[in-house]
């Protein structure tokens, strides 16, 4: 039996995920929490063998729980549960450790298969974006700005358009505020603007191209 914790701050989202795997014969939800620090709290002391999460999580974010589980939980697999673009994200989730990455408008059947795939030792992308890295290009536009960003520097991205600060961006990621600065330096010269608020608005707008 797949031991398998879901972590989502929508309770609409968590709840029907719970009555999916409720009769699932190989799938059992030990758990359902709702930021990344009850994650964190609930796998010291439980045994997990999945963890289906939002990127977008309160107080730590997916791409930070990601990085602690790879250096502190390595038996612990995670995929990536978000709305998010899967052309935009889905690759620098997996470098980050992640073993799947389905997006929120897949069917119960997808859901399932991507649990069992990742259990059995594989990862689960869509057949989509498994054919767009195969031949080494994106469909998006917007996906050949974030082909150019390494892990980090999404990570940072992802927590400027959630309206982070630097010091809560230095806190979160445990890096100095100086850190930070360099990053946005980065990111400002790879997505092309100048200040932040172009920065997070090209970012937006790359998510919804």
């Known amino acids: 039996m797949i031991k398998l914790l879901i972590a989502d701050n929508h309770p609409i989202t968590r709840k029907g995920l719970e009555v999916l795997f409720s009769a699932s014969s190989n799938i059992k939800i030990v758990a359902s929490v709702d930021n990344g620090d009850a994650i964190m709290e609930y ?15 309160p107080k730590l974010n997916g791409l930070t729980v990601l990085r602690y ?9 995670t995929i990536i549960f978000s709305a ?23 069917n119960v059947i997808t859901i399932n298969e991507a649990i069992l795939k990742v259990s059995d030792g594989g990862i689960y992308l869509s057949n989509e974006l498994t054919q767009q ?7 998006n536009k917007g996906g050949n700005y974030y082909k150019k960003l390494s892990t980090r ?14 010091k809560e ?24 603007v100048t200040n932040l608020v172009d920065l997070v608005s090209q970012a937006k707008l790359n998510e919804n191209l």
């Open 153 to 166: 520097e999404a990570e940072v991205l992802k927590l400027l358009t959630i309206g982070k600060k630097n």
């Open 169 to 192: 961006i230095s806190k979160e990621l445990a890096i100095n505020e100086k850190t930070v600065s360099t990053y946005k330096a980065r990111l400002m010269r790879k997505l092309k």
């Open 84 to 106: 998010q673009p899967e052309e935009v994200y889905a690759v620098n989730a997996i470098k980050a450790g992640a073993y799947g990455y389905i997006h929120k408008s897949v």
């Open 69 to 77: 589980l790879k250096n502190d939980y390595p038996n612990i697999k």
């Open 133 to 139: 890295l195969a031949f080494g290009n994106r469909v």
């Open 43 to 57: 796998i010291k002391n439980n045994p997990v063998d999945i963890i289906l999460t939002e990127a977008d999580l």
